[in-house]
């Protein structure tokens, strides 16, 4: 298994331009997550999926992030407009239902630097 | 709101000597995680801990859960270079799906 995929690994944009961080969970798992990580604030949960629905979107920071995730084999986190303090690292992570569903898996996460 | 405390928050050793992490919280949960995170990649699952008490061993490492499953820590023997990275706990939540609460990680450094 190709593991949890994510695009792009950089992201360098300008203050107030539209950023788009893509994700690939592993096949067959069922939950998909977006994290955010800073030094100051560790890693955060921005929002979760469980069969493509929005289950819990209460770590989103403010309308001017969204995400998306048309079918189990996509997601999106979209940032429209970017600020500088949105820099950090995106990570998106899956887990499958069962006895292990609390088991996640990361991807190797997006860094994104506003200017 | 359900909280992990993670300490020391940097540690700086020699190769060959031990160490302990410790992660606690006043709230209880339903099992506890630890993750190794490598510069430039994603948290990758070490154990995760369920039964109060529980101790579980990965070489070199070794895993406690709290008997009233609120702390747990990480003892790492005779560290070696390649033990280098951040350490996080994470805690999940009783009944149903819940989502992970992090700590905010040990950034171990072990010098040869």
């Known amino acids: 298994d190709a593991g949890v995929i994510q695009s792009p690994r950089h992201e360098v944009t300008e203050m107030g331009q539209e950023v788009t961080l893509r994700c690939k969970p592993i096949?067959?798992?069922?939950?998909l997550f977006w994290y955010r990580q800073t030094m100051m604030r560790g890693l955060e949960l921005l929002i979760y999926f469980n069969n493509n629905v929005p289950i819990d979107d209460s770590g989103m920071p403010e309308d001017r992030f969204s995400a998306k995730m048309p079918n189990a084999s996509f997601s999106t986190l979209k940032i429209q407009p970017s600020e500088p303090r949105d820099s950090a690292v995106y990570f998106c992570a899956s887990s499958p239902q069962g006895a292990r569903r609390e088991t996640q898996y990361f991807g190797p996460g997006t860094r994104l630097l506003v200017l | 709101t359900q909280l992990l405390e993670q300490s020391p928050q940097f540690l700086s050793i020699q190769e060959g000597e031990n160490l302990t992490v410790y992660c606690n919280s006043s709230s209880v949960f339903s099992s506890l995680q630890w993750y190794r995170q490598e510069p430039g990649e994603g948290p990758v699952l070490l154990v995760t801990v369920v039964t109060g008490g529980e101790v579980k061993k990965l070489k070199r490492l070794t895993f406690q859960f709290g008997d009233a499953r609120k702390d747990s820590s990480l003892h790492i023997t005779a560290a070696q270079p390649g033990d280098t990275g951040l350490y996080l706990c994470?805690?999940?939540?009783?009944?149903?799906?819940?989502?992970?609460?992090f700590g905010a990680g040990t950034r171990l450094a072990v010098h040869p």
């Open positions: 994470a805690g999940a939540g009783s009944g149903g799906y819940n989502k992970l609460i």
């Open positions: 096949s067959g798992h069922d939950y």
